[in-house]
Structure formats: structure tokens, C-alpha cells
């Protein structure tokens, strides 16, 4: 997804969304920004839960080109780690850690927060400069055995090149 908004200053907003009001303002301000997207109109929200849809929640059954919903942002964001595919909790960055409840309220904010880090944040910068990646896996892999853990079923997902505006 090319879109200037998905950027470092969206995720540092979505970080400091509930200590600043100047977050939230921006936050809003991005998320509903109208823009053109296929021959049609949409808001960043939209295109950034399509998104998410696309990259983390086939297994759900999700339709394709519709944007995830909250129970599609629930029951995948314990899935998102960074890191390697094998048990290293050095790596095992765990994205939802910013949000312990996830629900109606906020699951377009994490979404859009993984987005954004994703094309600008430090997720971006490990995989451009640390080789890690982001995976997505089971519900909980650090209770898994070890034998779960390496025939668990991962996918990564491709960064841009540009460091700015693609996911």
C-alpha cells in the first residue's frame, strides 16, 4: 500500500496516543484523511485494516479486499512477533504489548500501528538492517514445546525498499 500518511510520525502518534492529546489529534486526522484508491475513495483506516486483513488473517476466513474487523485484530495480534523462527526471547518482540485489551475501541489503532512499523518504524529498520522479520504464528509460541516450535507454520512478510509509504 503506497500512502505518504503510513509513516514514522503515525507510528510515534499511535505510541503516545494516551499521553497527548497533539497524538490523538494527528492519529485522527491521518486515519480519516479521505484518498483515492482504485478509481474510488477511501480513508486510511480503510486502506490500513485491508491491510491487515491481507497480511495476517486468511486463516480466518476473511473475504479478500475487505478491511479486518475487531475480532480479526483480536485473534491475530498475539500471532505477531519479530524475530527468527525458532525460540529466541531476545527477539520475540511481541507487537501487542502496547495493547493488553484490544477491542471495538482501539483495534484500528493497533492495526494501524503494526502497519505503520511495518513501513517506517523500528520493526522496518530490524529487517532492514538486523535481517529479522516479522512472523506470524501461533496463538502463544513461547508455551509451545519445542517440537511445536519448529514445525510451526510461519509466514514473513516483505518489506519496502523505500523505508516510507509501502506495505
Not at 32 to 51: F, K, M, N, Y
Not at 52 to 73: K, N, R, S
Not at 103 to 123: W, Y
Not at 135 to 158: C, D
Request: aromatic share 10%; glycine share 8%.
Amino acid at each position: 500500500m503506497a500512502h505518504p500518511w503510513i509513516n514514522r510520525e503515525l507510528y510515534e502518534a499511535i505510541l503516545r496516543f494516551e499521553e497527548s492529546d497533539a497524538a490523538q489529534d494527528y492519529y485522527y486526522r491521518v486515519m480519516d484523511a479521505e484518498v483515492d484508491s482504485h478509481g474510488g475513495r477511501d480513508t486510511v483506516r480503510g486502506q490500513i485494516l485491508r491491510a491487515y486483513a491481507m497480511l495476517f488473517c486468511d486463516d480466518l476466513g476473511a473475504v479478500a479486499g475487505q478491511p479486518a474487523t475487531p475480532e480479526d485484530v483480536e485473534a491475530t495480534a498475539d500471532r505477531l512477533y519479530l524475530g527468527e523462527a525458532r525460540f529466541d526471547p531476545r527477539h520475540w518482540y511481541r507487537m501487542r504489548y502496547h495493547f493488553p485489551v484490544i477491542d471495538e475501541d482501539n483495534f484500528d489503532r493497533f492495526a494501524a500501528l503494526v502497519i505503520s512499523d511495518l513501513n517506517a518504524g523500528p520493526l522496518h529498520d530490524a529487517a532492514k538492517e538486523g535481517g529479522e522479520m516479522l512472523l506470524v504464528g501461533a496463538p502463544n509460541p513461547l508455551t509451545m514445546s519445542r517440537e511445536e516450535r519448529e514445525h510451526q507454520s510461519l509466514r514473513t512478510v516483505q518489506l519496502p525498499e523505500s523505508g516510507e509509504g509501502e506495505a
